[in-house]
């Protein structure tokens, strides 16, 4: 029977997943899945890849807020209507990144979806403007479903296909000449963060290693997430754990600098952008029977006082705000904001002739345009 209703479910968003979203049309530029060359059908992007094409900025658009040249940007989308297994979409995701010239971009980033296959715009289009579209972004569905039924009724599934993906790709990366390929970065926004840094095996951390990673709304069942946390500095609370004066890990919240670290970046750069209000960052199984340590002093701003911790009873408050968690504003919870994302970019990729006066410009363009998602995470 349970298999059965797991059948339906799967069906039902199957035959959502056909459709068109609002707005979407298959692109007339060379750089992006399902337009003129792509060797991927626009039908077998899916609903979320057809609005990842669809979405951010073009050439003009870039042009006309830096007044510098710029590129076309490169997005590619592998929908899991486009091949039968993981692998095999990879290889068509690579297939069209080798023929859009996306390995003499300066930059190639990886993105894992969330459930549905979602990609938040607001987490990519940053970096299109910050590098005068001098950016290929690539992302491969994984899932019909919602995040929270993704990761109940498909365990597993989004690490697998993150790491194909990162296999795949990679793997074809390193086989290039050091000079001239792009800097490898990641992307995820959680459930695609949970499967995102799981993804590069633990050569491809160390020696030829990607660059870096922006990491939005890790899951509670993050592991490298709950490392940081454990292992944090003493003295920095869990809600914005300092790992080893910020080398390699540095944590964010809504408004906070990715710049001003104790250490000086290391070989890999990687920024988590986690708010404090957000329930499905900051639950934790042992919340039925202890306080959790970001609810003792000093509580961070966007966590109500009023708070308090009762055995069993925060634990179901806190698993009821997950369900939520996403339907807030801009910057709390887990809706994360423009002007972070940027402030996360801007540590991890270092874009040339970059200024705070840009970063605010961008943010303000980029609201504008944004668009609310349907997945939950």
């Known amino acids: 029977h349970v298999s059965a209703i797991i059948g339906a479910i799967d069906h039902a968003q199957a035959l959502v997943d ?18 003129p060359g792509s ?61 859009m010239g996306a390995f003499s ?76 390929r792009p800097e490898l970065y990641l992307f995820g926004l959680s459930l695609g963060t949970l499967a995102s840094e799981a993804s590069p095996p633990v050569h491809a951390w ?54 001003q670290n104790a250490a000086d970046w290391g070989r890999v750069r990687v920024v988590y952008i986690a708010y404090p209000s957000d329930a499905i960052v900051f639950f934790e199984e042992g919340m039925f029977y202890r306080q959790p340590q970001w609810m003792g002093p000093p509580r961070a701003d966007d966590v109500s006082p009023l708070l308090q911790w009762f055995p069993i009873v925060t634990a179901l408050q806190v698993g009821i705000d997950m369900m ?12 994360y904001a423009v002007a972070d994302y940027i402030e996360a970019w801007s540590a991890v990729t270092t874009p040339p002739n970059w200024a705070d006066a840009d970063a605010d410009r961008l943010g303000t363009k980029i609201e504008t345009k944004a668009a609310k998602h349907s997945d939950t995470w």
């Not at 997005?75 to 990144?97: F, H, I, N, P």
């Not at 939520?324 to 809706?335: D, I, M, Q, T």
């Open 18 to 35: 056909v459709t068109d979203p609002p707005g979407a049309s298959r692109p007339t530029e060379a750089t992006r899945s399902g337009g």
């Open 39 to 99: 060797l991927i059908e626009w039908q077998g992007l899916g609903r979320a890849g057809k609005r990842f094409v669809t979405e951010g900025p073009r050439k003009t658009d870039i042009e006309s807020f830096s007044g510098r040249p710029a590129l076309e940007p490169i997005r590619v989308y592998a929908g899991l209507r486009s091949a039968e297994s993981s692998e095999e979409q990879a290889q068509k995701a690579l297939d069209d990144l080798i023929k």
């Open 105 to 180: 971009r300066s930059l190639l980033v990886l993105v894992t979806p969330t459930g549905t296959g979602w990609v938040d715009n607001n987490g990519i289009a940053p970096l299109e403007y910050m590098h005068d579209g001098d950016v290929a972004t690539v992302a491969v569905q994984y899932s019909y479903l919602q995040s929270p039924l993704s990761l109940i009724l498909e365990p597993g599934r989004s690490q697998a296909s993150a790491a194909a993906v990162f296999r795949v790709i990679y793997n074809y990366l390193s086989s290039l000449p050091e000079t001239g």
């Open 206 to 259: 160390l020696g030829d290693s990607f660059d870096g990673a922006v990491w939005a709304g890790p899951p509670f069942r993050s592991q490298l997430w709950r490392t940081v946390q454990r292992d944090r500095e003493e003295g920095s609370p869990a809600w914005r754990p300092t790992f080893e004066g910020g080398a390699n890990f540095r944590v964010i919240g809504h408004g906070d600098s990715a710049h």
């Open 324 to 335: 939520f968690a996403a339907v807030v504003p801009p910057g709390r919870g887990h809706n």
